[in-house]
């Protein structure tokens, strides 16, 4: 699996754990990684993601019907689910600001195997930084 | 007239630097059925 997701675009260094069975991902200095293509290549592997969490920096836009999306670059934004965590970060939306958010993009329900081209919802956990 | 040119580029170039600094940091997964 380390090596599967070794390969993947935009990663860097990938760490395993399997007493806790936490992998711990490093992205390269571009920040352009794709995590459903992570989730894919972790199942391709024959393995199951019980859990995913990112930490990202971006700016929080709206799209057409007014939900919140946190803008990575310009071609990839999550959409962010919403919590209490989520309305403090209303008033930033459409501003220059940038936030770094750490959150949870995937969890898995049941045995049924993800559809990684499903859209990955953020749900935000912590708002680290606003600049 | 030349001044509000000077801070008009560096309003952009600070707005493109610090949009360019956007991107995911960090991922952690927890997995399981991993040997």
């Not at chain 1, 070794?6 to 806790?20: A, F, H, K």
């Not at chain 1, 920040?31 to 199951?48: E, F, H, M, N, W």
């Amino acid at each position: 699996m380390k090596q599967h997701l070794g390969r993947q675009s935009g990663v860097q260094n990938v760490e395993v754990s399997l007493i806790d069975g936490k992998v711990e991902i490093t992205p390269k200095e571009d920040g352009r990684i794709d995590p459903a293509q992570l989730i894919k290549a972790t199942y391709d592997s024959g393995v199951s993601v019980a859990e995913m969490q990112i930490t990202a920096r971006g700016k929080i836009v709206k799209d057409d019907s007014g939900n919140l999306l946190l803008q990575v670059t310009p071609n990839q934004a999550f959409a962010i689910a919403p919590n209490d965590l989520s309305t403090t970060l209303n008033p930033s939306a459409g501003s220059p600001a940038v936030v770094t958010i750490r959150g949870q993009l995937y969890k898995k329900s049941g045995k049924k195997k993800p559809d990684p081209v499903a859209a990955l919802k953020l749900l935000i956990l912590e708002v680290q930084k606003k600049e | 007239m030349k001044a509000r040119k000077i801070a008009l580029v560096l309003l952009f170039g600070a707005t493109l630097s610090v949009a360019s600094q956007a991107q995911i940091q960090h991922v952690q997964m927890r997995v399981e059925g991993m040997t």
